[in-house]
Structures are given as C-alpha cells and as structure tokens.
C-alpha cells in the first residue's frame, strides 16, 4: 500500500469474471466482491490514502458492449460475449453502485477523492508548444539569389515588371515568415532526383510560386500566359479574364529578332499557396518516381543525419467495409441470422476504432539538430514488422505537426514511366512541346492513333492509359466538355478530383447553358480571382475561397457581400454544394505529366503500351492477352455480361483498363511475342522484332521471385533440359507446368519432360 498514492476500486461488474474463474476459488458470489472493495476501503483508512471509485471505461454508453464484443471476437477473444459493463456511468450510478459502503462513504470515494486526485496531478503538456523546424545555414540568401539568378537568364536583366513585382512580393514572404528552409529542402531534394534522370512532379498549391518554379522545386510557371524570346529576351505577356495557359497562344516570332517564340505561364495567383499576407504555413508535397523513392528517402536522412529523420506515423483505424466484415464473421461463428438493416448499426458502431499504427506512405519527419525526437514523441518500428530498419514517429504525424517540418516525397508512377519512356526513345520529356496539335486531338478523337479500318476500341477518344483521363469517369467529361486546350484540360482535372465539383453542379449549369467550361469553378483559385474581379474585397475573397473548397458552405455575411457586388444566384449555389476543390497549380502540374504520355502515345506507340504494362498493368495476365485481339474482346465481352448480372469479382474489374489498352494496342496494328525463356525480362516488357515481348512474370500464376529466379541463372549459361532449370532455379512443379503451358519449351530438348508434368 505504501507504494500508491491512492488506492481504487471499481463497479463489481467489472470484476464479475472471478466469480467463474478457477484462479479465485474464494470469490462466489457479489457480496465476495464487494468484501474485496470494502477490504481496499479499508486498506485506504489504515494507512491514509484515499480511495477513488473509478469505472475503467472502455465506451461511453451501454451499447458499447455490444461493439466491443464484435471487436474482441474478431481478435480472437474466446470470452468475447462476456462483457464487463465498461460503460461511462454518472454520478448518481456511481453512488448507487456503492452504497453498500453507507452513503457518507460512497460519497467520499465517488466524489470527493475523484476530485482530491485531480487536484493532485499537475497540467502536463505531452507534445511542446515549440515549432522547431531544421536550420540551413545560407537557405535565405540561396533562394534569394537562385531565383533571381534563374529569372533573369530566362527574362534578361533587367526583368519585366511584371517578372520583378512577382519575384519580389514572394521572397518577401518566403524569408520574412521563415519559409526559406523549406523551399531550399525541396530544391535539395528535386536536384538530387533530375540529376539521377527522374522526373519530379509537384503537388498542392506549390506549382503556385514563381520561386518554386524558379528554384527547380516545381515544373509549373505561374506567371500570366506569355511570349518569351529565347535569343533576346523579349516578353509579351497576354491578358485572360479565363487563366489562359501560355501553351495555348498561337505560335508567334519575335519582332525584334524574328526567333520563335517560347510559349509558358498558367496564370495562377502565389495567394493560393501562402495567403494574402504571405504568412500561411507552406505545404511542399513532391512526387517522385516510385522505384527512386526509397532512394530519396535515403538520401533525406544523408542530408540531415542519422536520428534526424523519420517516418511519419499513422493510426490506422476500423473502415466502414472492415467493421461489416468483422460483424458477418461474428454472426458466421455463432449461426446468427441478422437483419441486414441489424448488421449495418454495429459495423457502424465498430467504426474509427484505432486498429492499428502505420506510417505514411512518403511522409518524413525532420528533426533539427539541436532537437532529440523524444522532446517530442516516442518512435517505434511498424506494427507488421518489428524487425524492420524503419523507425516511425509513435503519435499520429498531426500530432506533432505544428512542432517539426514533415515532408512528402511520395512515390508516384508517372515519373517511372516517364522515365523508362526517356529510356527506350532517347527523347527527353522537357523537350516534348505542350500543346502538341496531334496529342491534344487525343482528349476529343482518336484519329491520331491511326486505327486499322473498321477496328472499334469502344471510345472515340484516345485517352485510354493516360493519367487523370484515362477513367471510364473522366472520358465521359471530355466527352460532354470536347476541350481543345491544355486550360481546359488543367479546368477539368480540377472537376474531375474535386467533391461534389463536376456531377450535380458544373455538369448541370453547363448543360443548362448558365456557363461554360471555362467560367466555372473548377479550381480553388477560380473563386478568389472571380470574387476580386466583381469587387469582393480581396482578403474575403481569400477566405471565402478557403471555406468553400474545405466544404465549408458561405457565411450569410459573406454570401451577403457577394450578392452585393453582382456575384450570380447560379454561381453563389455552385459555391455552396462543393466539399472539396484542387488547386490549379496541383492540376497543372499532373497535366503537364499526363500531357506528355500522351505524346508518347501518338509518337512513339510501342514504347508507350510497353512502359504502360511494366508500370501499371500489375494484372497482366498474358494467357488472355497476349493470345490475340479476339481473345482479348472474348475476355472483355464476359466481364461486362458479369458485371450485368452482378458476378462480376474486384480482380475482374481491375482488369478492364488493360484490357481497353490491349484492344487499342491490336486495333493500331501491334502485337504481342510469345513469352520466351530465354529472351523475356522477368519483370519488363520489351520490345523486339514482331511486336512487345511480356515479361515471364506476366503468366498467372508465375511468382516475380520465380521469374527473377529464372532470369539470374539465364546469365549463367542456357538450360540443358527441363529438370536442368528446375534444379539450377529451384522452381518447383507448378511454375514449370505454367511455362510449358505457354510454349516456353519448344525450344528445349524434351529430356524428363513426361516424367516431370504427368
């Protein structure tokens, strides 16, 4: 006893499980549990602590039982439907429960020591108030000086007014608020990645910076649409009440030199990314190639030093379809019919329950040097692996937010293919002119892919395998839209990825005539440049359009202030349906991404089918696809019937993408190689004489580290026979039975082959 500061005892309801437990041979019946509180009473009287009625909540009511005995079934709990009555309970049941100790001492232990032990316990803050972002030595004057540097070898010295005003009105921001470390990162971070040859795309509102575009961090230019002369430095920028991009100007040479013209600029205001002050937190986020990832990320904690950096943590927690599954296998245990109706309100019940730690899936934490995390938070390695070398933040990265700089260098799949692309064509993808005629046609034809006669591919676009408009979702919005610009491209990759956005609002007031493509919203920014265009006073426009594109709604003073300055009925109803909007620097610079593929496609057919089912087709399935186009719309004409009459699996549907692309491939007059066993990659397809040759980890059921296999001890020598690759790989039967399935033999003697598949 001496050891406590107070003793406690709690409902015998609680403890009710000793009564049957063989471990407790004295405790029977609830007079015995209310003996062994009476005895903790006094206990507390003999030796002066207080005692503290406590509940040991586990959920908040009741019914919580009933939630938590789901949960604990799922985990195996074999007393799961025992349920102690771990719910919050009031004061008034709190008393009743105890008064078999007399009403004065029910009181003192229910109500007067809860009160005397919170006294007791001091505020502690767990997480410091402190923000402690990294120190580098020089960020200020390197942004400084790499971004004027860059503008003027771009815009010539002096710059443009226009050029100056920008540059200066960011930088201000950028080292007055202490935003300079985090441009330099990203700079560090992006240089390393182009100088290894991948490609990095910007997300957010970053691409809405000249500085970051200045400093390498983004590809987007968000200067006003213009002309540059690349000989003399003549500009001619263009006025658009509609954010015209510079792509999109008809060619032109200078006047002053007669060079043609360099075409840039997405006109997008910097008040996106740090506010009308320039004081609003900053969030970089960068997509690197998925396969250079990991190397990044190495390369993160190199820059800062081991124990610097980590890897943001997560709380994973019970989704929707999860709890529904944990309460069908509880019903399935126990042979219960349950309403359907029944089932939905405990899944619900089961939901946003913590389940889990996780990390983020590019998510780093930095530590300044000064800094120990511990100051902090805990670390730990994740929850599925505690072996692993990666070490996580404890809490939840928003947590620990407001405290210590967390990057995102997310993997993505553009840039891997993009690179591979740059690979097999020798063509750099900077190089490649946006707004390339051939390749914008794509998003409204498909004549530019030169379709044998009579072939139908089941569009008339020619999206398929394109990023952000590939969806059967989206090729019905260029279909509704026909855009005929890289503007009304970025204009509808901000519908298509906002909430609420597109269907039931800009679809509708377009069809109804009210407006067109180019004057709805589509992007964040749309609404702020719109408001201040009527005369809504430029810090409300700002506000305005932060709480509309969180899904906020309008205030009535706000939505008031609109009416007064002649804002529409139609747009003012528009702004109150949305819930959630992109910015167009996060459109911009995934079209300029898209765009480029695409270009790909037209021009350099095979590479593109090639570096699209190596990055993307992870179920290609080549004894489907690869047996012909007539196999393949076999294949695709059964899915549908499936899908009709609701059999259709998650597998199947996964597979209609690639099947649209395999008939497309066959429909331009390209065909597939059977798989070879001596000249197939094990994880890439290939191009070779008669077509794209699959890898061999493209036959079901072939496991990559088989295919790997097979391919390292390829280098070694050919095989003699089949039991000589069997024995050489260490494959065993059921991989060998795939290859000879598929022809992968024909060329090998056919020693032990009978003996080895009979």
């Known amino acids: 006893v001496d050891f406590y500061d107070y003793l406690e005892i709690q409902p015998i309801g609680n403890n009710a499980y000793m009564k049957t437990d063989p471990k407790h041979p004295m405790v029977n019946t609830d007079e015995d549990l209310q003996n062994l509180n009476r005895r903790i009473v006094a206990l507390g009287e003999k030796y002066n602590k207080p005692v503290v009625a406590t509940c040991d909540v586990h959920f908040m009511d009741m019914e919580g039982a009933d939630y938590r005995k789901i949960l604990m079934n799922y985990k195996g709990f074999s007393d799961a439907d025992n349920q102690a009555p771990l719910y919050f309970r009031t004061t008034e049941e709190m008393l009743k429960e105890f008064e078999y100790l007399g009403k004065e001492k029910a009181y003192e232990v229910v109500v007067k020591n809860t009160n005397l032990v919170a006294d007791m316990i001091e505020d502690v803050r767990p997480i410091p108030a402190k923000k402690c972002p990294p120190v580098i030595e020089g960020a200020k004057e390197g942004i400084i000086n790499d971004s004027t540097t860059r503008a003027k070898e771009i815009y010539g010295d002096p710059l443009p007014e226009i050029v100056q005003k920008r540059l200066d009105k960011e930088l201000h921001s950028i080292t007055t608020y202490g935003f300079s470390v985090m441009y330099r990162i990203a700079q560090e971070l992006v240089r390393h990645s182009l100088a290894d040859g991948y490609l990095v795309g910007s997300r957010g509102s970053v691409g809405s910076s000249l500085v970051a575009y200045l400093s390498d961090i983004t590809e987007v230019n968000s200067l006003q649409g213009h002309y540059i002369c690349p000989n003399c430095k003549n500009v001619e920028f263009i006025e658009s009440e509609i954010g015209l991009s510079g792509c999109d100007l008809p060619d032109k040479v200078c006047p002053k030199c007669g060079t043609k013209y360099r075409k840039d600029g997405h006109d997008i205001p910097f008040e996106t990314f740090l506010g009308f002050k320039g004081d609003k937190e900053p969030d970089i986020d960068l997509n690197f190639s998925g ?217 509708e007031l377009i069809r109804e005539g009210k407006c067109d493509l180019s004057h709805s919203i589509c992007a964040r920014d749309d609404i702020m440049i719109y408001l201040i265009s009527c005369g809504v006073e430029e810090e409300h426009s700002f506000k305005i359009m932060e709480m509309v594109r969180k899904g906020k709604g309008l205030t009535p003073e706000y939505e008031q202030e609109m009416r007064d300055n002649n804002v529409p009925d139609w747009y003012i109803e528009s702004c109150k349906k949305i819930k959630y909007m992109f910015p167009k620097a996060h459109a911009a610079a995934y079209v300029m991404s898209a765009f480029r593929i695409a270009y790909f496609k037209v021009h350099y057919p095979e590479a593109f089918y090639i570096a699209y089912y190596t990055v993307r087709a992870d179920d290609f399935d080549a004894s489907v696809m690869a047996r012909g186009e007539e196999r393949v719309r076999e294949e695709m004409r059964s899915i549908n019937a499936k899908k009709k009459d609701g059999t259709v699996t998650p597998k199947e549907e996964n597979l209609i993408p690639i099947l649209e692309i395999c008939i497309e491939m066959y429909a331009r007059g390209i065909n597939f190689v059977p798989v070879d066993l001596y000249e197939s990659h094990a994880t890439d397809f290939r191009q070779v004489e008669g077509g794209i040759l699959p890898p061999l980890s493209a036959l079901p059921g072939l496991s990559e580290n088989d295919a790997i296999s097979i391919t390292e001890e390829r280098k070694n020598g050919e095989f003699r026979n089949v039991e000589d690759l069997r024995i050489r790989t260490g494959i065993g039967k059921n991989p060998l039975n795939i290859l000879e399935e598929n022809g992968c033999f024909d060329d090998l003697p056919d020693t032990d082959q009978v003996s080895l598949f009979d």
């Open 291 to 507: 396969v250079y990832q990991p190397v990044i990320h190495k390369y993160t904690e190199t820059f800062f030093g081991k124990g610097k950096v980590f890897k943001a943590g997560t709380i994973g927690t019970v989704a929707e379809k999860t709890a529904f599954g944990y309460v069908k296998k509880y019903c399935e245990e126990r042979n219960l019919v349950m309403r359907n109706a029944e089932m939905k309100r405990l899944a619900k019940g089961c939901e946003g329950v913590k389940r889990t730690s996780g990390q983020h899936p590019g998510g780093i934490i930095v530590v300044p040097f000064e800094n120990d995390i511990h100051e902090f938070c805990p670390v730990q390695h994740p929850a599925d692996d505690p072996n692993s070398d990666i070490i996580t933040t404890h809490f939840d990265y928003h947590k620990i937010d407001q405290n210590l700089l967390k990057l995102d260098e997310l993997g993505h799949d553009d840039p891997t293919v993009i690179r591979m692309l740059e690979d097999i064509t020798g063509l750099h993808a900077r190089d490649i002119p946006i707004g390339d005629p051939e390749t914008m046609s794509l998003f409204t034809s498909n004549k530019a892919l030169k379709l044998l006669p009579g072939k139908d591919i089941g569009t008339n676009l020619g999206t398929y395998g394109i990023p952000e408009f590939g969806t059967k979702f989206v090729r019905q919005m260029l279909e509704d839209t026909k855009p005929t610009t890289f503007s009304e491209l970025v204009r509808i990759s901000g519908l298509s990825h906002g909430t609420d956005v597109w269907l039931g609002n800009a679809q």
